[in-house]
T-cell receptor, first 113, second 114 residues
Framework: KAGVTQTPRYLIKTRGQQVTLSCSPI?????VSWYQQTPGQGLQFLFE???????NKGNFPGRFSGRQFSNSRSEMNVSTLELGDSALYLC????????????FGSGTRLTVV | AQSVTQLGSHVSVSEGALVLLRCNYS??????LFWYVQYPNQGLQLLLK??????LVKGINGFEAEFKKSETSFHLTKPSAHMSDAAEYFC????????????FGKGITLSVRP
């Protein structure tokens, strides 16, 4: 079966702009989580959506937001981009959450200039 | 709160040698534990996971890990390293339910010498 698909793979944006990243989970998976990976901070949890509802949220500013659609596809939005937002953004899908384990996508590499 | 400690940032072994990557966790409730591998410019690939039951967990590519509650450890091992094992390895602890998320360690880069 198809894995987790993230688009686009690479993005270059200018400070102050906003960006939307997309994630299509494995068919049948209802949980989608987002993580930010940077060399300095490592892998940090952004938020999790389950059946279109945000179930959990990490310690990121309100500029980071997300949503999940009825087909479980998810989008993440970052407004007013800062240089420090440059990172690999990873999406992970699961049937039902942690107990089932997560399958990760290949990520979107965001560069803010 | 949960946390994961992966001591050291880099491990180097010879091809054919034992691979041992250490992971210690802290969790207020019985944890779910995971090892992921990441190759350059790729996402995370699940190697193995511990949920409940048998404490010795076998994963893909010959890796295994043992859950030791008394030591709060979940070390990853492989009897014989291959060149293709060179990558970054992450240990993670998870909570389920309303606080469902993974907390990752800093990661360990494994190098394999010919």
């Amino acid at each position: 079966k198809a894995g987790v698909t993230q688009t686009p793979r690479y993005l270059i944006k200018t400070r102050g702009q906003q960006v939307t990243l997309s994630c299509s989970p494995i068919s049948g998976h209802r949980s989608v989580s987002w993580y930010q990976q940077t060399p300095g901070q490592g892998l940090q949890f952004l938020f999790e959506y389950f059946s279109e509802t945000q179930r959990n949220k990490g310690n990121f500013p309100g500029r980071f937001s997300g949503r999940q659609f009825s087909n479980s596809r998810s989008e993440m939005n970052v407004s007013t981009l800062e240089l420090g937002d440059s990172a690999l953004y990873l999406c992970a899908s699961s049937l039902d959450g942690v107990s089932y384990g997560y399958t990760f996508g290949s990520g979107t590499r965001l560069t803010v200039v | 709160a949960q946390s994961v400690t992966q001591l050291g940032s880099h491990v180097s072994v010879s091809e054919g040698a034992l691979v041992l990557l250490r992971c210690n966790y802290s969790s207020s409730v019985p944890p779910y534990l995971f090892w992921y591998v990441q190759y350059p410019n790729q996402g995370l690939q699940l190697l193995l996971k511990y949920t409940t039951g048998a404490t010795l967990v076998k994963g893909i590519n010959g890796f295994e890990a043992e859950f030791k509650k008394s030591e709060t450890s979940f070390h990853l091992t492989k009897p014989s390293a291959h060149m293709s094992d060179a990558a970054e390895y992450f240990c993670a602890v998870g909570l389920s339910g309303a606080n469902s998320k993974l907390t990752f360690g800093k990661g360990i880069t494994l190098s394999v010498r010919p």
